[in-house]
Each structure stands twice: as C-alpha cells, then as structure tokens.
C-alpha cells in the first residue's frame, strides 16, 4: 500500500491488542531512560498525542534517544498492549517510527 493510502489510526480509537497500527503524532514528553532490560536494551517511555487522545510510547534503544519532545512522528506497523491496566503503543519488531516534522506543536492542530 503507498505511502498516502495509508489508513491512520487515531489514538482515542487504539485497543488492546491491536496490531499493525498506524498512526501520526507529536512526542509532548520524552522520560529518561529509566527501563533497562535483562538482555541490556534501554527502554524510553514518552508521551505522544494526537488531536483526540494521548498515549504512552515505548521505544527501545536509539529510537528512544533521537526522538524529541515537538517532534512530528508517523508510526508504522506498531502494535497496543496493556501493562500495569494502562494502554501502551509500541513499534514493533517489524514496525518502523519517522519524524516527518519537528517543533511543530501549534502545526498540528490544523493538520488533521
């Protein structure tokens, strides 16, 4: 499917379990890199938003580190998961993550 075919997922309409989503959104908050797993990744927890809802990211090693609060995102191939009763978006294996935009807050809310 090409690129502008794609259908995008809003975020006030992601569920459990879902896979191969789709979505475009700003990173409002990036935390610290406060996860490290047992096989030594680092996990970066952001907080992302689109015009409906927002959402927690979870990105692992340099995906995490180059990702920037104001920074325009479109996720491809991501998948929803519950952990501790709160719904999280991750890339995925086979998902890709780009910033198309950046510092682009108020650009936004009139690209929907």
Same mark, same amino acid.
């Given at each position: 499917?090409?690129?502008?075919?794609? @259908?995008?997922?809003?975020?006030?309409?992601?569920?459990?379990?879902? @896979?191969?989503?789709?979505?475009?959104?700003?990173?409002?908050?990036?935390?610290?890199?406060?996860? @490290?797993?047992?096989?030594?990744?680092?996990?970066?927890?952001?907080?992302? /938003?689109?015009?409906? /809802? +927002?959402?927690?990211? +979870?990105?692992?090693?340099?995906?995490?580190?180059?990702?920037?609060?104001?920074?325009?995102?479109?996720?491809?191939?991501?998948?929803?998961?519950?952990?501790?009763?709160?719904?999280?978006?991750?890339v995925g294996k086979y998902?890709?993550?780009?910033?198309?935009?950046?510092?682009?807050?108020?650009?936004?809310?009139?690209?929907?």
């Open positions: 499917m090409k690129e502008n075919q794609e @259908k995008y997922t809003k975020i006030s309409e992601l569920r459990p379990r879902q @896979k191969n989503v789709n979505c475009v959104f700003i990173v409002l908050e990036k935390g610290q890199i406060n996860t @490290k797993t047992k096989d030594n990744h680092n996990i970066t927890h952001t907080l992302v /938003a689109d015009q409906t /809802a +927002s959402i927690h990211l +979870s990105l692992w090693d340099d995906v995490g580190e180059v990702i920037q609060p104001g920074d325009l995102i479109r996720l491809c191939g991501g998948y929803t998961s519950l952990f501790k009763n709160s719904l999280i978006l991750y998902g890709s993550i780009q910033r198309i935009g950046e510092k682009v807050f108020y650009l936004l809310l009139f690209f929907f």
